[in-house]
């Protein structure tokens, strides 16, 4: 299976200023089409995951523009531009590049 | 809009079978979509569990694959998880999810509100 790294664990943020996450896969999740099988989903507290980002840069429909997702390869981020206190949860980075899709432990963002 | 909601039993006994369903609605299970299951536990994180397509199609996470049967039942709209001699280690949140009808699976855009499932004597 592919391991997914995501760094930092724990992220403490300051509403208004930008935020960054890092996501590390251990084989290349880009394909011969061009795109990298990698989404980004958030689990506020008491919810269930919601998807942000598909296919390494796509926002998923709703997610607000302030969200923004990059990388190739094996190497990913996923920013957001302006933190709102409704962003706090787990962030999780996935492949879908292979079965079984396979998930990042998770980056746990709040507020200072 | 499109809901999803689990629905069974909040224990089983070591060696039973976990069997859950989840009732689709403001969508047809039978539209185009591949219908799956995913778990979280403290000790594995988020983990795909296997998916369904309404002809019968299956996909399984092969660390999984000779205990589990996935079906989708068009009728009644709604699609169900059998998981066989269950232990401990099988305890946790079970979600029910949508993805598209491309493989491998990815971009899960709809969700259960997920149901928490204890394996327990």
């Known amino acids: 299976d592919i391991v997914m790294t995501q760094s930092p664990l724990s992220l403490p943020v300051t509403p208004g200023e930008p935020a960054s996450i890092s996501c590390r896969s251990n084989?290349?999740?880009?394909?011969?089409?061009?795109?990298?099988?990698l989404d980004w989903y958030l689990q506020r507290p008491g919810q269930s995951p919601q998807v942000l980002i598909y296919?390494?840069?796509n926002r998923a429909s709703g997610v607000p523009d302030r969200f923004s997702g990059s990388g190739s390869g094996t190497d990913f981020t996923l920013k957001i531009s302006r933190v709102e206190a409704e962003d706090v949860g787990v962030y999780y980075c996935?492949?879908?590049?292979?079965?079984?899709?396979?998930f990042g432990g998770g980056t746990r963002v709040d507020i200072k | 809009q499109v809901q999803l909601v689990e629905s069974g039993p909040g224990v089983v006994k070591p060696s039973e079978t976990l069997s859950l369903t989840c009732g689709v609605s403001?969508?047809?299970?039978?539209?185009?979509?591949?219908w799956g299951w995913i778990r979280q536990s403290p000790g594995k994180g988020l983990e795909w569990i296997g998916s369904?397509?309404?002809?019968?199609?299956?996909y399984f996470n092969p660390s999984l694959k000779t205990r589990l049967t996935i079906s989708v039942d068009t009728y009644k709209n709604e699609f169900s998880l059998k998981l066989r001699s269950v232990t401990a280690a099988d305890t946790a949140v079970y979600y029910c999810?949508?993805?598209?009808?491309?493989?491998?699976?990815?971009?899960?855009?709809?969700w259960g509100q997920g149901s928490r499932v204890t394996v327990s004597s």
């Open positions: 403001g969508f047809s299970v039978g539209s185009g979509y591949f």
């Open positions: 999810v949508r993805h598209g009808a491309v493989l491998p699976p990815g971009n899960f855009d709809i």
């Open positions: 369904a397509y309404h002809t019968g199609t299956t």
């Open positions: 996935m492949q879908a590049l292979q079965t079984p899709p396979t």
């Open positions: 084989q290349s999740l880009l394909r011969s089409n061009g795109y990298n099988y």
């Open positions: 296919l390494g840069s």
